[in-house]
Nanobody
Framework: QVQLVESGGGLVQPGGSLKLSCKAS????????MGWFREVAGKEREFVGV???????YVSDSVKDRFTISQDNDKNTLFLQMNNVKAEDTAVYYC?????????????????WGQGTQVTVSS
């Protein structure tokens, strides 16, 4: 099993910044990718970004001008830097891990999910 623990969510004003963290532990060798999805109630989970099996960083076109993904040197901690946030960024953000290979934008391709952290963008 792999455990994923997110932190860093909260309330932020439009135009502000927030940094999410995700710490992975356990049998992390079972996975080769870590990433982020977000979910708004009543909508499908949306791909945000991933560090893929080939050590490439992919970020959704919808946020790539504002969001950045990075990793700690040990590659067990994943970060999501969110800049110039907008109201539509309000969601529960989930950290994921698995072996999605080329299906990295498909939420079903990930075995492990964190508990989620709420991000609310509001003035």
């Amino acid at each position: 099993q792999v455990q994923l623990v997110e932190s860093g969510g909260g309330l932020v004003q439009p135009g502000g910044s927030l940094k999410l963290s995700c710490k992975a532990s356990g049998r992390t060798f079972e996975t080769n990718a870590m990433g982020w999805f977000r979910e708004v109630a009543g909508k499908e989970r949306e791909f945000v970004g991933v560090v893929s099996w080939n050590n490439h960083f992919y970020v959704s076109d919808s946020v790539k001008d504002r969001f950045t993904i990075s990793q700690d040197n040990d590659k067990n901690t994943l970060f999501l830097q969110m800049n110039n946030v907008k109201a539509e960024d309000t969601a529960v953000y989930y950290c994921v891990a698995g072996r999605p290979m080329t299906e990295f934008q498909n939420p079903s391709a990930y075995n492990y999910w964190g508990q989620g952290t709420q991000v609310t963008v509001s003035s």
